[in-house]
DNA sequence: GTAGGGTTACCC
DNA sequence: GGGTAACCCTAC
């Protein structure tokens, strides 16, 4: 068994090989041990790669921009700010491009191409970069960046400007701005710790080969606070190993896509139901799903290629948190990583009392059942994993009293009724009028302090009752 | 993710 | 007890 410290040296010297190509990288990603989270330097040896692969296929992508931000947050060097520039521009023109040149497609497909800008605009330049200003990476907001963000709300209420805009040869500053980024990153990156160690060995230098030392115990004291817990966990239940996985992945003829998208939400609702958890200590499932929460899902979701490493880019909340320590299953594809999460939880799971495992879906409807309501909302219903832990019971019924109530399975959680407040209500008006009612999605995500509380289906609820639409549960016709 | 309709809690 | 706001479920 490979040390995860040594194959994260590995892996590092291999990923800088230009010979070893990215679907041969995405494998060795999977197969080999590796340290979670990740240690920064393959973190960003990942990001470049990543980078690197954007541009031997001229792509410009929401990706790549986010990949620019995690670098900064790993290593920030002066190249970084330019490039981050030149791709949220490219990024936010690019549908611009769509528009038809001859005036025989009709107008739809020139409003089709103005509202994903106008989209793009808000999900970029109004919530990404004006939470950078705020957060730790402010250092990414150049003055070029401030100016570039005025031109694009210029643009927004200017249709003249988007023509100019669209016939800009942004796409091709974003790259070469990329390729010098690149180019200076790898440079100060320097050679891999392999290389320096194989240096220091041949040159016989002492005082390097005492750093080395130094060196490896660090990495072997993190992995013994990192790791250890999740070693004892692998050995209870015996899983199938990385190298197993990925070989069973290659034989199925799915290769192995390196992404990271959110495990999917059947997958996780039956892990849920059946009363798995993982231990926070253990392995970092709960917080990638924290992570991969937090992600702006929307305009990410252009399939990525096999063997491309595919960071997800940030809810703009994210984007003030130093992701220093960015967690393996970043790069994974979702499949995989469900694979790694659902090993882990069988594994946690024969440590499970058998009562919890039984325990019925809170989703199971029972006509019968009594409503309790609890303070912590779920983002979506049902979905939350730490669910139970979060509960905060409020007991609507005056006869009996919480400890008893949660005692039974019969009772139907229910979030505490609130009122909506003027900041709300106005707030929803304005989003509606802006954006358009039924983006509840994007709604609530430009405004996520003030409809903390509510979900996507509270601002239906509300929109349709303040419309008229109907009263209470009965529809106006 | 959203729409439509059902259920529950709250207030009078 | 009735009206209604807020919440929930489920089909698409």
Redesign the pocket.
Known sequence: MVDPVVGAWVLEFLLRRPDVGDALAGELLLALPLPSPLPPRLSATLLLRRLAADLSRRSVSPRTLHSLHLLYLLQSSPSLAPAFTAVAVECTVSPLRLRPFSSSSGPDADADADAEFFDAVNRIWNCQVAELERSEAAGLVSCALREARKEMEAAVVDPALRTELAQRETKEAALVAVQVCLEEMEKEMGPTFLEAAADAIVRCDCETHRSLVVLSDKLRSFRSIRLEPVERGLEIGHPPSKIDRARSTVEDGKGIKLNDRNIEKGQMGTDQEQGYSVDKNTMSCELQEEFDHKSC??NYSDTPQSGQMDPVPPDPKDLGKKHHDIPTDTFLHPDEKHIRCSNLDANTATNLDATTMQKPSL?N?N?T???L?WDS?PT???KSPNMEKEMDYVS?MNSKSSSSLCETKEY?????????NSLEEETLRKAVARYG??????IKRCHPEIFER?????L???DM?DDG???????VV
């Open positions: 899902d929307n989703m409807r006509a059942a009594h409503t309501e909302i979506h219903y049902g609507s139907v959680l229910r979030r505490r009724k609130r009122k909506w009612a039924g983006n509840w999605k994007l509510r979900t996507e289906v509270d239906k609820d509300k009752l639409v109907y009263t209470g549960n009965r529809k």
